[in-house]
């Protein structure tokens, strides 16, 4: 016993000795000089976009960060805090840089839908790389919300519905904003911590309420993720999370965030979030508020007011310590030590490199593989050997979305040029000179809102002259993304009129869909001969889609979200649970119900009386212009053994049936057969993009761990409707596994965990 005592005495005195590291003493000689003054001003965000004395004076009296604060802009004030502010200490000039800066990528669902990890981090690093020449060291995002309710307009800010799709999408964002090497280029920050996608309704701000093991199953493993790939920064969100609010929620800020992950670096407040408290009725002040946020441990306060007007005070009144302060000071200087601030703190570049040909390339690329093909009748491509139409067809390019450069940048775009951007009429019309097709052009409506019976009747009249319609639908980038919520998911305006005109000239449709969220248009889906669905596509989307509809690109893009055939399945999403009664295979629909039918005649099975069970398209779901064929599910073994780091790997043979080179994306889908909680009826585990040429085969494998198989439940021994302990691991039994072409499909193998 007292040798045992004598050791643990001698290792605490070694890791006493142990050399501090040269960052952190640089920030205690810093902390050691600074004012409480000084402090608070780093933990207060200003808010810039012009030059003004009166934001020169703060800087000057130790502001630390800046919002919208640009170019020119950025690096005057930038000076003024390393030459003029007592202790030199450099700003961090802040921008919502979310899915490109002037160069604009597919918005982030759309990218999503690429299923290509490679491709969003090769779109960060470039939006990094062209914000960085305007000064600019900290974007707020990736957003990592799991969204499953597409009525919430900022589903286009994320990832879609799937937790691993979020944690492997969002975790490659951060590498392409931050960077690989020594010094971060960009501090990435990823948001909304935690739980705000599940908004009640769909609505923006509203309350959510999520059982702590439902959190940690399907909300926070995006943002452990993120924070395991290097994130320097995370933002809280705008809700209140089962009754507190995001920005003072000691749970998830502090019980989650720095003591469970040990997260070192930023945790700021999203836009005002402090005076949200007020309106959510969780503090009666701002006073109060910013007393509940420090007591949760944010350290920036973003634009509430809450830290400059109050933060003394509490701190002279006793309700905050000064070790609260320097801990949240110590985190905003370590995060400028990161990005090399005090090496390197300017970074404007008076002639930037914007738009250049790898940028536009890969912006292109990215819009080619985010568009989906959920219909094909044999019309696409135009210019092959199977196209009904003439070797040069004629070719009528309509709609509101055909020559919208803004709108079909989508959300949060606040340095995109238009006149960079081009669109699909653009595309078409270089086709033309070069003697591809034969252009019919019509001018196009005002907006996706707009409602016009004459341009029906003309768009009708336009129709009967060409070989074939192609129709730009969507809606409007301004409705969708933050505070943008819908009740109804239809097309804006006059679109699904004039599609019925086009359908009753008999001339074949094709229909692109440019938007920022799933839209149910089942009806007119049924109308298009083909139909492509790509989103908020960017600065390229005008020959990406060119390409698509030719055929010089194969689509690829697969759904991030499940699409709903009505608002009244939503929520929708494919992992769901098995309810306690069976699903109907084939349910009595609403109209086929006999008038007076005995209550229980047409079963007792869980369905729409409208729907059925089915989406309108599920999870993971796209065509291409070829056909795949998924062999047999070959597993290394049917029993993996929980006792050691032991692991299965599971086969498919894919063959590409048709007659040209295309994109598979399998997809690992397993299920938990029986558990100590219920599991869904599938999960997503992994996925792959492999290029198979026409007639060939190809061998995908994925290797499964016990981690796979793993999920928050209630350890052992706790009761239902305890709290806690919660224990995160694998039980032994049975699992299915599907290697598969999305959610609804796929070729099928067990295997016992033992």
């Known amino acids: 016993m007292r040798n045992h005592l004598f050791l643990v005495i001698a290792m605490l005195a070694m890791v006493a000795c142990q050399p501090k590291d040269p960052v952190e003493k640089k920030i205690d000689h810093l902390l050691a000089q600074m004012t409480l003054e000084e402090k608070i001003a780093q933990m207060t965000q200003v808010c810039g976009g012009k030059i003004s004395d009166d934001i020169a004076e703060q800087i000057r009296n130790g502001a630390g960060t800046m919002l919208n604060s640009v170019g020119a802009e950025a690096d005057y004030y930038q000076h003024i805090a390393v030459e003029e502010s007592r202790l030199g200490i450099p700003m961090i000039f802040a921008r919502d840089v979310i899915h490109g800066f002037r160069t604009i990528f597919p918005i982030p669902l759309g990218q999503a839908a690429t299923f290509d990890p490679a491709l969003v981090e090769e779109g960060a690093r470039i939006a990094a790389e062209e914000a960085i020449q305007a000064g600019l060291r900290w974007t707020f995002s990736p957003m990592v919300d799991v969204a499953r309710d597409p009525r919430w307009g900022r589903v286009a800010e994320g990832y879609g519905e799937d937790t691993y799709l979020a944690s492997v999408m969002g975790a490659a964002a951060v590498r392409g904003y931050q ?165 390197n703190p300017y970074c404007y570049t008076e002639n930037p490199a914007y738009f250049t040909a790898e940028a536009l390339a890969a912006a292109q690329k990215a819009a080619e593989e985010s568009a989906d093909l959920l219909k094909n009748n044999g019309i696409l491509p135009l210019n092959t050997k199977h196209s009904t139409l003439n070797s040069k067809p004629k070719v009528l390019v309509c709609g509101p979305m055909a020559n919208a450069p803004h709108e079909q940048n989508g959300t949060w775009c606040f340095d995109k040029d ?38 029906i009747a003309a768009l009708a009249r336009l129709a009967k002259q060409a ?72 600065t390229m989307q005008g020959p990406a889609l060119a390409n698509l509809i030719m055929g010089k690109v194969a689509p690829s893009g697969r759904l991030p979200m499940t699409f709903p055939m009505g608002v009244g399945q939503i929520p929708f999403y494919y992992n769901y649970k098995t309810p306690s009664r069976k699903m109907a295979k084939s349910p009595k629909l609403i109209n086929d119900i006999p008038i007076r039918a005995y209550q229980f005649s047409v079963g007792e099975s869980s369905y729409w009386l409208e729907y059925g069970n089915k989406p309108q398209y599920p999870f993971g779901y796209g065509l291409t212009y070829t056909t795949f064929a998924y062999g047999p599910v070959v597993l290394s073994d049917t029993c993996m053994n929980a006792s050691s780091p032991d692991h299965l790997v599971a086969s498919c043979e894919i063959t590409n049936t048709g007659d040209r080179d295309a994109v598979a994306v399998p997809q690992l889908y397993i299920r938990d057969v029986v558990g100590s909680m219920t599991r869904p009826i599938r999960e997503l585990k992994g996925f792959q993009r492999v290029e198979i040429p026409a007639g060939e085969k190809r061998t995908v494998s994925f290797t499964i761990t016990e981690q796979d198989l793993a999920y928050w439940h209630l350890a052992e021994g706790v009761g239902l409707g305890e709290n806690g302990p919660y224990a995160f691991s694998a039980e032994k039994g049975d699992f299915q596994l599907w290697i598969a072409p999305s959610a609804a499909e796929g070729a099928y193998a067990e295997f016992t965990l033992k």
């Open 179 to 343: 960077g690989n090497d020594s010094i971060v280029r960009m501090a990435a920050c990823v948001k909304h911590f935690a739980g705000y996608a599940a908004s009640e309704g769909g609505r923006d701000y509203n309350s959510t309420w999520i059982p702590e093991i439902q959190l940690r199953d399907t909300y926070l493993p995006p943002f452990k993720a993120a924070i395991d790939a290097g994130s320097l920064s995370i933002m809280c969100a705008f809700n209140d999370l089962n009754g507190v609010p995001a920005s003072a929620n000691k749970f998830l800020n502090v019980d989650v965030l720095r003591d469970e992950w040990q997260f070192d670096g930023v945790l700021v407040s999203d836009w005002a979030s402090l005076q949200n408290m007020n309106n959510q009725g969780n503090s009666a002040n701002l006073k109060e508020a910013t007393k509940l946020c420090l007591d949760a441990q944010m350290d920036i306060d973003m634009e509430s007011k809450g830290y400059p007007r109050h933060l003394k005070e509490l701190v002279e009144e006793g309700q905050v310590s000064m070790q609260v302060i320097d801990n949240c000071v110590r985190n905003i200087l370590r995060m400028k030590f990161r990005l090399g601030l005090f090496d």
């Open 467 to 538: 070989d074939v319609v192609l129709y730009f639908a969507g809606e409007e980038s301004i409705l969708s993304g933050e505070a943008r919520s819908r009740a109804v998911l239809n097309l804006p305006g006059d679109q699904s009129e004039q599609i019925r005109a086009i359908k009753a000239t008999g001339k074949p449709l094709v229909l692109t869909v440019m938007a920022g969220r799933p839209l149910c248009i089942q009806e007119d889906i049924d109308r298009a001969d083909a139909v492509l669905y790509a989103f908020h596509g960017g």
């Open 418 to 455: 238009d006149a960079m951007t081009i669109t699909p009429m653009m595309a078409f019309r270089e086709l033309a000179k070069e003697g591809k097709i034969r252009l019919i052009e019509q001018k196009g409506e005002h907006c996706s809102r707009e409602f016009n019976k004459e341009n």
